[in-house]
């Protein structure tokens, strides 16, 4: 009676043990954010003076794509299209997108397609609009969309993707809806793509969540960048110093379907850009969502 009521229990155990596993097989596992990237805007006091060294520095650091934006010398730093995808090929670093002058590539063709030409030549994906300004009536956000579709399908023709970065002014409400939302719901999936900023949004007091439910599957990317509010103003800190709950916020941004996690910085608590950013690739590396 003893091994028949021990074999009984056993085959119970056994039994619960599988079910168990089974279940805790449909539980989505923690991953390590890989690859991660940073946005060249980060070290814009020190990367003018030396471009190749400080993206050489960031790609040790450990960041392996980068997106860069329109500085002093245009968005590839002065640097040819060939010749600048061959020294980030040599780093193992690929520029994955950038920030462009869109107001310029709006008003002109020739802009627009010497813009194009070098993102191509480079091997970039992406050409975002960084900035916009709040606009102050929906005839002008609707010209902003208008604006929006007419370069995405330029950018489209040429096997390239266009997209809008935000910032909180179009999170904040124009008579009570959401300028970000109206662009969402008013520009072509197919010609335009979305950049979230998970700072700004959060500035904004938007829920992310909520409206990554909503909207996720018009994000491609994000950036990542924390702050904390001091005398009622947003102040910009190292990753996982601030405020901002990363591994909920990231892993809602993964499940909308983000694939690219680019680390932005526009403050420093450290005496030098690239401290902060070493901090940031540190956290990186090690957040599990």
């Known amino acids: 009676m003893q091994r028949r009521e021990f074999l009984k229990q056993s085959g119970l155990l056994a039994a619960g043990a599988a079910a168990f596993t089974s ?21 814009r006091d020190i990367l003018p003076k030396d471009p190749k060294g400080v993206m050489t520095e960031l790609a040790k650091m450990g960041y392996q794509q980068f997106e860069s ?3 002093p010398k245009g968005f590839l730093w002065g ?6 995808k061959s020294f980030l ?18 008003k ?70 959401l300028p970000q939302e109206y662009l969402l719901e008013n520009t072509d999936p197919k010609h335009v793509s979305f950049e979230l900023d998970l700072c700004w949004i959060d500035v904004a007091g938007v829920n992310t969540a909520e409206h990554l439910k909503k909207y996720g599957k018009r994000y491609v990317a994000c950036h990542i960048k924390d702050y ?13 110093k601030g405020s901002v709950d990363f ?19 526009e403050e420093y608590p450290t ?15 090690t957040l599990s969502v």
């Open 23 to 43: 279940l805790d097989a449909f539980a989505a596992p923690h991953k390590l954010i890989k690859p991660f990237g940073v946005q060249l805007y980060s070290a």
């Open 69 to 71: 934006y329109s500085g």
């Open 79 to 84: 640097m040819e299209a060939k010749e600048a």
């Open 89 to 106: 090929d040599g780093l193992g670093v690929k520029m994955v997108s950038t920030h462009f002058d869109f107001g310029s590539a709006a």
């Open 108 to 177: 002109s063709d020739d802009v627009l397609k010497k813009q194009i030409e070098m993102a191509q030549g480079a091997g970039l994906t992406y050409l975002f609009c960084p900035y916009i300004g709040a606009q102050k009536s929906w005839d002008a956000w609707k010209k902003i969309a208008d604006n929006f579709n007419r370069v995405g399908e330029e950018v489209a023709k040429a096997g390239l993707k266009f997209g809008y970065h935000n910032h909180d002014y179009s999170f904040r409400p124009l008579e009570g809806k």
């Open 228 to 240: 904390n509010k001091e005398n009622g103003r947003p102040v910009q800190n190292d990753l996982g």
């Open 247 to 265: 591994k909920k916020t990231l892993s809602d941004a993964r499940k909308a379907g983000i694939k690219l996690f680019i680390v932005e910085q």
């Open 271 to 285: 005496k030098s850009p690239l401290e902060s950013l070493k901090n940031d690739a540190e956290y990186m590396k």
